[in-house]
């Protein structure tokens, strides 16, 4: 086959088998050089971009590569150092093998699991037999009944779907399978606002000093993105969000929290993803009436991401959450309804703020030359419906938005639904440079419109958003949510001498591995594995250096598993560890004693154990009061052991609590 080759020597051709090494199309170029560095020979598809080291294609021939008859490809080379002597000394070094270093960076990355099953789903909408339309036999199909694509337009606009999924946007774009060598690389571009430094053309100093159209970006048109990273939040369980508002409820301040949880794919959606929220963890913050001051970088980031690779379906970090709730003078039961059609939906300052933390947190892509493209990070707001309720609104920022915000072209304004561009500034310190902005809307007249953007655009131009909801049937991963929340000083505060006494209320020291346990023990344990299976439970017990690493990934496991109440044996791991033994011994140590007699009237209720001894003590002093006094009307009370309530009867009873005497 003929292979046309186009380098800084001219355009050759080539004619050469299909099943030939890439490396005798390497041997015919070289003869049309020279003065040439053959390690650093370079080939590509694209006059500019994607150039691949010929020593990392190795071994490839050239129909693996997607080379037909009749194909360009460009290639670039270094000139050897000119030698003093004059002399040219070749090197005799074979190239070297293909290694990590030399593979292209798309081909490095792991992606989620979720982006490996739908890369391995076909993604077709199956559609079912026309009774109009379809004139052949049951085992037949034709164009009225044969599968959609996941990207087809009248599908979507049927189902009321706005936005295409991650997956089902690559089908789009992605070339069919062929020999051709485009189809091999990847189809997303990532977005980028900045002037490039050093400029390709070469023939200027670079920004600020000099700028042409070569390195300067073009202008920019704000347009809906046609796809979306995510494409639903749910939340695990209710009381996950009932505990997040606790601390407003009780404070009148604002809250911030980053959602811990998982990816998974979603059937609303062709091709869809969603976000599975399974804890919120709190970082240090100082909440105000009408907002909060958060410290980033957070400094407990790194192991609360560890923490959550132990679970039993690992679990990251899938967005954040804050309150904006102000309840009414009128009635304090509702919300002041802020956010809606007439005011703004996400401010700009959260919109930036938005767009920073997904800059921060990249998706892996194998779609991607830079193995990375946009950000599946989630912003939850929870503020009020319009009958004065509090709900969850869902939102992401566009990859436009995270580009101007890297390219520090826009900023928050007073009013919180405008965005404003900032200024050019080609200071050496601060350079920045501002292309023309624009955004399009339909006048009174329904006509599009194009208008400038400077000095400022409607927030909306950034945003998508993202539908939300919970379960039908709740299931998740840990059991409650009753510890106490971290970063709540004066609130909830957090300490390991409760934890001990929690654990001794629960007998946890006498739990036994499963084959020593004795019969009717299985309801202490299902107690005990409910109390463990809390996030904030268990990211404090990180923190108190009584377990090891190693621990804590069993600790993790083990209450994270689906069946913790319903295997017998599912917490002998976690009782045959050191760490859980040091606990137990510090819970023995610490555990308060136990009165040795039970309350005055002989009762022996498992209840008395939440009694203090003090009220026994002045029960029974009462008892000996009355006694002495020698009345018979007196002598027939009986003191209710729970409430101290002298009921005058002989029923089992008390009249007032309703517990038994």
Not at 188 to 207: E, F, I, M, N, Q
Not at 328 to 357: C, Q, W
Not at 392 to 412: G, L, N, T
Not at 523 to 538: F, G, I, M, P
Request: proline share 8%; net charge negative; hydrophobic share 35%.
């Amino acid at each position: 086959m003929l292979i046309r080759v186009r380098s800084k020597d001219g355009n050759f051709r080539f004619d050469i088998q299909p099943t030939a090494d890439i490396s005798e199309l390497l041997a015919k170029i070289i003869e049309t050089t020279s003065d040439a560095d053959i390690t650093s020979f370079t080939i590509s598809n694209q006059p500019r971009g994607n150039e691949v080291n010929f020593a990392g294609l190795k071994g490839r021939t050239l129909k693996n590569l997607g080379l037909s008859h009749g194909d360009l490809v460009f290639v670039g080379y270094q000139s050897k150092p000119s030698s003093s002597g004059g002399s040219e000394v070749v090197s005799e070094t074979p190239p070297t093998p293909a290694s990590d270093a030399t593979k292209r960076p798309w081909e490095l990355v792991t992606e989620d699991t979720v982006d490996t099953y739908w890369r391995a789903q076909s993604g077709m909408l199956p559609r079912g037999r026309d009774a109009r339309f379809c004139k052949h036999g049951a085992n037949g199909m034709c164009d009225y009944c044969m599968p959609l694509e996941p990207y087809d337009a009248a599908y979507h606009k049927e189902h009321n779907i706005k936005h295409l999924s991650y997956h089902a946007y690559l089908r789009k774009i992605t070339p069919k399978a062929s020999a051709s060598a485009a189809s091999t690389l990847p189809p997303l571009t990532p977005l980028s606002y900045k002037v490039k430094v050093p400029c390709p053309a070469g023939g200027h100093a670079p920004w600020p000093a000099g700028i042409c159209t070569a390195c300067q970006p073009s202008a920019i048109t704000l347009a809906s993105q046609p796809l979306r990273m995510v494409d639903h939040l749910e939340i695990a369980s209710t009381d996950i969000i009932e505990r997040f508002l606790q601390a407003w409820r009780n404070t009148g301040l604002q809250r911030f929290g980053w959602l811990i949880g998982r990816y998974e794919p979603y059937d609303k959606v062709p091709m869809g993803v969603k976000a599975v929220v399974e804890a919120i963890h709190e970082p240090p913050q100082e909440g105000e009436l009408d907002g909060l001051t958060l410290g980033l970088p957070w400094e407990d980031e790194a192991r609360i991401r560890e923490l959550g690779k132990f679970v039993t379906t690992p679990l990251t970090i899938v967005g954040y959450i804050f309150t904006d709730l102000d309840p009414t003078p009128e009635d304090r039961t509702k919300n002041v309804y802020k956010r809606h059609p007439g005011s703004f939906y996400l401010s700009s300052l959260e919109a930036i703020f938005a767009a920073t933390m997904q800059k921060n947190n990249p998706t892996v892509s194998r779609s991607s030359p830079t193995g990375q493209f946009s950000s599946r990070l989630v912003t939850a707001v929870l503020t009020a419906t319009e009958d004065g309720q509090v709900d969850v609104s869902a939102y992401q920022v566009s990859e436009q938005a995270v580009a101007m915000v890297e390219a520090d072209m826009i900023e928050a304004s007073v009013d919180p639904g405008i965005v404003r561009v900032k200024e050019e500034d080609r200071s050496q310190n601060s350079a920045r440079y501002v292309p023309d902005v624009f955004f399009t809307y339909k006048n009174e007249y329904g006509l599009e419109v194009k208008k400038s953007a400077k000095p400022s655009f409607p927030v909306e131009y950034l945003m998508l958003n993202v539908t939300h909801g919970f379960p039908h049937n709740p299931s998740p991963i840990f059991q409650t949510t009753r510890f106490r929340i971290e970063n709540r000083p004066g609130l909830e505060d957090q300490r390991v001498e409760q934890v001990m006494s929690t654990l001794a209320s629960l007998d946890a020291p006498n739990v036994h591995d499963s084959r020593t346990a004795r019969p009717g023990e299985m309801q202490k344990r299902n107690e005990l594995a409910t109390y463990l299976s809390d996030w904030h439970l268990v990211a404090f017990l990180g923190t108190t250096q009584l377990f090891s690493q190693e621990d804590m990934k069993v600790l993790v496991q083990t209450v994270s598993r689906p069946d913790l109440l319903e295997d017998p044996s599912s917490l002998d791991p976690l009782l045959a560890t050191e760490g859980w033994h040091t606990l137990m011994t510090f819970t023995r140590e610490s555990a308060p004693a136990r009165p040795s007699s039970s309350a005055p009237g002989g009762s022996t209720s498992q209840m008395d154990a939440d009694i203090p001894q003090d009220v026994f003590d002045q029960i029974a002093a009462e008892e000996a009061a009355r006694g002495g006094a020698g009345s018979s009307s007196e002598s027939s009370l009986r003191i209710c052991p729970h409430c101290t309530f002298a009921n005058e009867h002989n029923r089992p009873d008390c009249d007032v609590c309703g517990l038994p005497l």
